[in-house]
């Protein structure tokens, strides 16, 4: 029967300092990022190493892309709003010219009546 440690709420599990591999051995992963293995009695170990030119030139491709989406997303909203705002505004000024017009031809029938 394994041995567990006792379930108390106090109880920590101290994290196992795990030395780099020696320079003349050779390890499969020595190529990756990130790797797990998981032991026979349960423990599980993360490893973290650093990312290679590949790794840095990829991530600076997708946040240049992100980029470059959002600035195209933002342009095109522009690209919309400047026609629709100068509909706008000649809209306005076409209302006003023709309550003008109207309030002039409104007067002039109202004289007539009199």
């Known amino acids: 029967?394994?041995?567990r440690p006792p379930e108390r709420p106090?109880?920590?599990?101290?994290p196992e300092i795990i030395p780099p591999d020696r320079?003349?051995?050779?390890?499969?992963r020595r190529g990756s990022f990130v790797w797990m293995t998981l032991e026979q009695d349960g423990t599980r170990r993360i490893h973290v190493a650093r990312p290679g030119w590949f790794t840095i030139g990829l991530a600076l491709l997708i946040i240049s892309a992100a980029i470059a989406a959002l600035i195209a997303l933002v342009l095109g909203a522009f690209l919309?709003?400047?026609?629709?705002?100068?509909?706008?505004v000649?809209?306005?000024?076409?209302?006003s010219m023709l309550r003008?017009?109207?309030?002039r031809l409104r007067?002039?029938?109202a004289?007539?009546?009199?």
């Open 80 to 88: 919309v709003l400047v026609p629709a705002i100068a509909i706008l």
């Open 100 to 103: 003008g017009y109207l309030d």
């Open 23 to 28: 320079p003349g051995r050779r390890s499969s």
């Open 107 to 109: 007067a002039r029938f």
């Open 90 to 95: 000649f809209g306005l000024i076409a209302a």
């Open 1 to 3: 029967m394994p041995s």
């Open 10 to 14: 106090d109880y920590f599990p101290e």
């Open 111 to 114: 004289r007539r009546r009199r």
